[in-house]
């Protein structure tokens, strides 16, 4: 192998991103407005879930209940109903998500004893904020019903503490259920894949369809050479963005860190070198810019975003979903990521993923070397 | 003019479909992402590997457990008998939640002191940690109920068994609240765009690349020509596309679709406008097909997140709220799962398509004026 | 670097190529001697790029054998490449990389010595006359400078065998002349040079000729040969007046094997011009025509290419018949 033949390759390589600012701009771009996104814009927590009530009952116990609710930072009151159309037409329109429906015996029943129902409507088109929202409403339900209950206790003459039996939850590793924190450190698995799928990718299939790559193909230059010459800029690029990340992730975020930066750099050069292969591989075989195009989305990205566990637990999916995760280069740099992150483990809890991302690495690079042919068809 | 208008429709239709691969990409790869997309994106949480470190083995500690185990939720992995465990389980990933009990739980319930489930959670994934915070809150306080309950019944003696008040939630148009049925229609949405804006900017650079797009501009075609003969075949294919995925929907994913097909088909026409005028408009600032692929790549990403396809538009910050109004897939958005899981029409909708048929023709403007500017 | 003494640039026997059920190449063997001027002549989708792709290394052939500077072209493709410099159809240029930057590319490629790089560089600048234009981009080259900077990268490296596909198509005449007064001085130097082109008065300059049509080698020799001893017919030249209506006129009279309007006048293809003179010149004089005069003149290679086209055209037809 020839270290000129990889460097004029390189240096080739540098010139054509360079003559080409917007992409390479974008490319930097693209990681910085997903972080901003990711870290500023987009949660996945539900408040102010907006809110109609039908008071059947209009009493003082109904207007006790209903301010329980009105309290509570997690529902948005939007007015009042007395008419079941009503009910519909908000729900439908979207005004409300979710009604509350009081029964006209509401009073008489609490004073009594007996089991009260109050039913709440959720619209379940949207049923990721009907689930939280109907489990806030659960809460604040249980706690009023634990109110009423002590009460009756105490009436009768009865000693409790408050709950008899109560829960202590404590929160490993992200105490304060910062989504952002477990977003932003997964995220940069994220962008390294879509790097390679839009940078690499296209690379070897422009040169076929503009003919350089005939003329290539002519000169002794080996597949290695012309492999490693083309990563060189895209691995360059690729820590740049590993490097804008984790100092956002830092600087502006605020994601902690309590695991070893140094970790983080050598598992993204892996994970890098591996997911750059799979972009140039794609491109070899498609010899096609449009075809690499379609091809990378799915190959990389899609599989990046969905299936890497990033926002989507994989525990939560389909078992034959769930094996396929195990082909998945970009969970393994998740989990990496995180537990770095989060956890501040070392090399020696996650030597499992460190391994695999090694052995995709390896693979993909191989295979992207083998399938490049020197000859036309 | 539909004669030459013809001829540009059949050339492209030979030019997509002559390579088996792009018949592949355009027809196969759609229902393929379905199909992942569908499977894969659920915030269901269930199955939570729970580690049990019970020291008090007790009646009334297992009937802590049972309750855990029976809220379907949890799935119990690990049976700990050491406090080395627990830490080396987390660090693993190999539990998400540690129940502890400490001897004596039901001593001190028995005696009518205060009983205390310790519950350890991983929090790396925040998201599903606040909800099995929430679930196991939930079941605790359900115990805690029930006790509070026997004890109130024991005081008073036989008689009315109290009862607290008791919250029934219906859900309208979802009843079990699959997040699937809420997911898969925004799926429909999310890949039409993704099909058209992407191939439609490559697929008018890539001449400009290769360069027949000279020799196509000697000819007496007229650009409104051009333009209509490189969008509609992608208009055609992506119709036919969300038909087949939504099929798949239907019947592979049972998502019910309550309301009227061809109201669908005509919303994704008015979406069509959109999606394939913005690609125009990539194709028109890009030399090459890279510059293509990164702008539309640009602006989908952005697109996807800030159209409440995962992330409620609600809980985003006021700003970007205003910023979501300008993203056509917002609207499109409420329309597919409006017809699809309330069976909504026009009645309730026309504001959403009136506004993605004004955004349509105005992108669709716009990238035309440009295109000709750019061939003159 | 060197071949050994007497050993020929190129062989081929038998050389095949398929696609499917289309022949490509369909059995050619020839031989090209070391510093000659070798044309492969053709019409468009003859089989010229094929070849040539072949023995470069950068296609397989599917059947037949060859060498190329003596290395076998179906087994020893990749040392081949190091002895060759090829010029492909699209001159395959980096657009958006400068002249210089695309020089010192295929310098890094071709592992070119550091001594030499500089000079190497210089002489193919120079040779190009891109010397005031060292920093422009190759997209905004002209066709005439494109295709000589093509040419300069290809022998960067000063291969004993060049390659070049239709090097001059799409270039104005006065760098087509320039470029081939550049490869006389390239092959004074004792360097073969293969060129493929469909430009009749192109093949002229070269030494050996081979006329390839439909994946068939239906002639091969130099320029003389072919115009004397390739073409069994005789060519005889007419002026006249009212040309167009005299073609028509001559097209009936038996035994004309072929008229075509040449430019002022007409060229007639005849079994034998000392009969046929005397025979036109009486039918156009009978029929109220003036006659300029009529000669034999040497047929040019189009006249031998047409009359071979269409004897193998007329052969191919009677097979046909007598299968049926």
Known sequence: MSPRRIGAMARKEFIHIFR????????????????????????????????????????????????????????????????????????????????????????GRIASGRKTPVQLIVDGSDSNTATIAGGYAEVIVAAFSQDLLLQEFRRSGGVSPSNPVELRPRVWFNADLESRNYII????????????????????????????????????????ELIIGKLIPYFTIGMFDVFLAVMMGEFLFQVPLRGSV??????????????????????????????????????????????????????????????ITYLVPAKYFVILLKGIYLKGVGPRVLLVEGIFLSVFGLVMFVLANLKFKKRLI | MIGRLKQILIKEFIQIFRDPRARGIVFVMPIFQMVIFGYAVTTDVKHVATGIYDLDDSLASREVVARFVHSGYFDIKATISREEQVQKLVDHGKVQAVIRLNKGFEENLKAGRKGIIQLIVDGTDSNTAAIVLNYSGKIVSRYSQDILI??????????????????????????????????????????????????????????????????????????????????????????????????????????????????????TS??????????????????????????AFFFQFPAVLLSGF???????????????????????????????????????????????????LLILWLASRRFRKTLA | MAMAEGEK??????????????????????????????????????????TIRILCGILAPSGGTGTVAGFDIVREAEKIKAHIGYMSQKFSLYEDLTVEENINFYSGIYSIAEEKKKERKEWVIQMAGLGERRSTRTALLAGGWKQRLALGCAILHEPPIIFLDEPTSGVDPISRRRFWDLIYELSSKGVTIFVTTHYMDEAEYCD???????????????????KTEWMREDVLECVCDRPQEAMELIETIPGIKEVALFGKGLHAVVEKAETFQEIIRQHLLDNGYRVIGIEKIVPSLEDVFVSLIEARDKAEQAQAEVRK
Not at chain 1, 195 to 204: K, R, W, Y
Not at chain 2, 227 to 244: H, N, W, Y
Not at chain 2, 310 to 316: E, G, K, L, R, T
């Open chain 1, 20 to 107: 080409d600012p917007r992409s390479l701009g974008m490319g930097i771009a693209i990681p910085m407005i997903m972080l901003l996104l990711f870290g500023y814009a987009l949660t996945l927590d539900v408040d102010k879930v907006p809110m109609v009530i039908w008071d059947q009952s209009r009493s003082q116990a109904s207007r006790e209940f209903i301010s329980h609710f009105l309290g509570s930072r997690y529902f948005s009151l939007q007015g009042y109903v007395d008419k079941y159309p009503e009910v519909e037409k908000s729900i439908d329109s979207r005004r409300a998500l979710v009604s509350l429906v009081i029964p006209s015996d509401f009073a």
């Open chain 1, 185 to 224: 450190p997964g995220l940069i698995a994220v962008i390294m894949m879509v790097i390679a799928a839009l940078l690499t990718s296209l690379t070897v299939a422009r040169e076929w369809e503009q003919g350089t790559m005939e003329q290539l193909i002519s000169t002794p230059v080996k597949a290695p």
């Open chain 1, 262 to 323: 140094a970790l983080i750099f050598a598992q993204a050069a892996i994970f890098l070198i591996g997911t750059l292969s799979l972009g140039m591989l794609i491109s070899i075989v498609t010899k096609n810019q449009l075809l690499a195009s379609q091809l990378a989305m799915v190959a990389t990205f899609l599989p990046a975003f969905l299936l890497s566990g990033f926002a989507y637990p994989i525990r939560s999916m389909p078992p034959v979903l769930q094996w």
């Open chain 2, 150 to 267: 026997q004890r109130l019944a024991r005081l008073r003696g036989p008689g009315q068994k109290p009862s607290p008040v008791d919250l029934e939630i219906r859900a309208w148009f979802n009843e079990n609240l699959e997040s699937r049925n809420y997911y898969v229609p925004g799926v429909i949405a999310l890949l039409v765009m993704l099909i058209t804006l992407l191939l439609t900017s490559m697929a008018v650079v890539r001449e400009k690349e290769i360069g027949t797009m000279e020799q196509i501009m000697v000819t007496p075609i007229t650009p409104k020509e051009f333009i209509l003969g490189k969008t509609l075949p992608f208009a055609l294919i992506s119709l036919v596309d969300v038909v087949l995925i939504t099929l798949v929907g239907v019947f592979w994913f049972e998502v019910p679709i309550q309301g009227s097909l061809w109201l669908l088909l005509l919303a």
């Open chain 2, 270 to 295: 008015l979406y069509l406008m959109t999606t394939l005028g913005m690609g125009l408009f990539i194709s028109t600032v890009s030399r090459t097909q890279q510059q293509a692929m990164m702008s």
């Open chain 2, 310 to 360: 995962v992330f409620p538009i609600a809980n985003m910050p006021e700003v970007v709220q205003w910023l979501t109004y300008l993203n056509p897939l917002r609207y499109f958005l409420i329309i597919i799962r409006g017809i699809f899981l309330k069976g909504v029409g026009m009645s309730i909708l026309w504001p959403q398509m009136a506004a993605l048929m004004v955004m349509g």
């Open chain 3, 9 to 50: 640039a190129v062989v081929v026997r038998d050389l095949e190529r398929r696609f499917g059920s289309f022949v490509a190449v369909n059995r050619v063997s020839f031989e090209v001697e070391k510093g000659e001027i070798f044309g492969f002549l053709g019409p468009n989708g003859a089989g010229k790029s094929t």
């Open chain 3, 208 to 226: 050996r000729i081979g006329l390839i049509y439909r994946g068939e080698l239906i002639a091969l020799g130099t320029p003389e040969a072919l």
